[in-house]
């Protein structure tokens, strides 16, 4: 049997280590301008649910395996990440439209299998739906803290064998292919690992609010400083500040949703930083 401290533990170690892995991220998307790239690979994951609805009519001994829902989404937003990086690559389709077949199309699957599953058992959302959308740090096992903190070191791991490969992909495409950086690979490197922090943190924020972890510490510390190396490490304290503010809210009053609690007290944080920025000159 499970020690209750591991139990109230267990949302605070996923939180924190998805926090720390989309800050190091988010100066990569907001350096890449992908922000869009991040809602779409999100989304993403609410059409996975919902082919795991789809699933659970056919096959009735499907509604209690907890492993199904979150198979479906790894193929999903993976297959996302991967599509959106082959059509926006090399200018097959403009990296917007690319996004947004990808977003609109998985949104509108997952309302449709939400749809069709309500309509099969008298009006009940099927298994999951408000934690797909918003989140659930709440019922978060310490298992799945583990595999949580896990995947975020394996993310940070990349990044940081990588950094200069990467760095130089995000700054400067073509003069990091003329160098001889494999640009290609970095580019759909960075998908598959935005994909898979994105499916860890579809339990924590849910796939509507995740993306806010993704662009939002980047932005702030980017108002803060200019220094790559202080960029990253403001980044990591805002996410790590929201990541505590959030569970903690949520610990003592559980009406309150995590994921918008981080999600606004991130939003406060760049707020206060924005104006601070306005009085002071940058480092």
């Given at each position: 049997?499970?020690?209750?401290?591991?139990?109230?533990?267990?949302?605070?170690?996923?939180?924190?280590?998805?926090?720390?892995?989309?800050?190091?991220?988010?100066?990569?998307?907001?350096?890449?301008?992908?922000?869009?790239?991040?809602?779409?690979?999100?989304?993403?994951?609410?059409?996975?649910?919902?082919?795991?609805?789809?699933?659970?009519?056919?096959?009735?001994?499907?509604?209690?395996?907890?492993?199904?829902?979150?198979?479906?989404?790894?193929?999903?937003?993976?297959?996302?990440?991967?599509?959106?990086?082959?059509?926006?690559?090399?200018?097959?389709?403009t990296g917007d439209?690319?996004?947004?077949?990808?977003?609109?199309?998985?949104?509108?699957?997952?309302?449709?299998?939400?749809?069709?599953?309500?309509?099969?058992?008298?009006?009940?959302?099927?298994?999951?739906?408000?934690?797909?959308l918003l989140g659930q740090?709440?019922?978060?096992?310490?298992?799945?803290?583990?595999?949580?903190?896990?995947?975020?070191?394996?993310?940070?791991?990349?990044?940081?064998?990588?950094?200069?490969?990467?760095?130089?992909?995000?700054?400067?495409?073509?003069?990091?292919?003329?160098?001889?950086?494999?640009?290609?690979?970095?580019?759909?490197?960075?998908?598959?690992?935005?994909?898979?922090?994105?499916?860890?943190?579809?339990?924590?924020?849910?796939?509507?609010?995740?993306?806010?972890?993704?662009?939002?510490?980047?932005?702030?510390?980017?108002?803060?400083?200019?220094?790559?190396?202080?960029?990253?490490?403001?980044?990591?304290?805002?996410?790590?500040?929201?990541?505590?503010?959030?569970?903690?809210?949520?610990?003592?009053?559980?009406?309150?949703?995590?994921?918008?609690?981080?999600?606004?007290?991130?939003?406060?944080?760049?707020?206060?930083?924005?104006?601070?920025?306005?009085?002071?000159?940058?480092?």
């Amino acid at each position: 049997m499970l020690h209750p401290l591991a139990i109230s533990i267990a949302p605070l170690v996923a939180t924190a280590a998805l926090s720390i892995a989309c800050a190091v991220l988010s100066v990569v998307v907001v350096a890449r301008s992908w922000a869009f790239i991040g809602e779409g690979i999100s989304h993403s994951g609410f059409g996975g649910a919902g082919l795991a609805w789809i699933l659970m009519l056919l096959a009735p001994r499907l509604t209690n395996q907890p492993w199904l829902i979150d198979a479906t989404i790894v193929v999903f937003c993976i297959g996302a990440a991967v599509a959106i990086g082959y059509l926006s690559h090399g200018n097959r389709v403009t990296g917007d439209a690319a996004i947004g077949i990808f977003l609109v199309a998985s949104l509108a699957f997952g309302f449709l299998a939400d749809g069709i599953f309500a309509h099969v058992h008298n009006g009940a959302h099927p298994a999951a739906f408000d934690e797909v959308l918003l989140g659930q740090t709440a019922q978060l096992s310490p298992r799945l803290a583990l595999a949580a903190l896990s995947i975020s070191l394996a993310v940070l791991l990349v990044v940081a064998l990588l950094n200069k490969e990467i760095l130089a992909y995000c700054f400067d495409p073509l003069m990091a292919r003329a160098s001889g950086v494999r640009t290609g690979f970095i580019h759909y490197l960075l998908m598959i690992v935005i994909a898979i922090t994105i499916m860890v943190g579809i339990h924590i924020t849910g796939s509507l609010l995740v993306t806010a972890l993704l662009v939002l510490p980047g932005v702030t510390a980017n108002l803060l400083s200019r220094r790559l190396n202080t960029v990253v490490l403001l980044a990591i304290a805002a996410a790590l500040i929201s990541a505590i503010v959030g569970v903690a809210l949520n610990a003592a009053w559980r009406f309150i949703p995590t994921g918008p609690a981080i999600v606004l007290t991130l939003f406060l944080e760049f707020v206060a930083v924005y104006i601070a920025a306005h009085l002071r000159p940058r480092s």
